[in-house]
């Protein structure tokens, strides 16, 4: 399985974005996923999770009711919202599998997206 992420770009502080991590090469349907971050010169943390079903989804808690997780696994695609964008905001993003998916950690990730750019300008 492939994951390509996209929909990141250049947004206005206050906009949103949504991103999309999907799979090619066999399906995710039966995949916990997640999503993280990584700022320049900082440490990957974790943004956001979801269960195979899309029953049950994890956000860090600094970015509970601005960003939201879905999936559509007719699609083969996972769903960032973001909202209420923020300049602090601004990194790389990426999706990974997940073998769990509270609390989950980059280790538990297996297969990992490129990375897509998301830029906040104030």
């Known amino acids: 399985v492939l994951l390509l992420e996209s929909g990141g770009g250049l947004v206005q502080a206050g906009g949103s974005l949504r991103l999309s991590c999907t799979a090619s090469g066999g399906t995710i349907s039966n995949y916990g996923m997640g999503w993280f971050r990584q700022a320049p010169g900082k440490e990957r943390e974790f943004v956001a999770s979801i269960t195979a079903s899309g029953g049950n989804t994890y956000h860090a808690d600094s970015l509970k009711g601005r960003f939201t997780l879905s999936r559509d696994n007719s699609k083969n695609t996972v769903y960032l919202q973001m909202n209420n964008l923020k300049p602090e905001d601004t990194a790389e993003y990426s999706c990974?599998?997940?073998?769990?998916?509270?609390?989950?950690?980059?280790?538990?990730?297996?297969?990992w997206g490129q990375g897509t750019q998301v830029t906040i300008s104030s």
């Open positions: 990974a599998d997940a073998t769990a998916v509270m609390g989950l950690l980059t280790q538990q990730c297996d297969i």
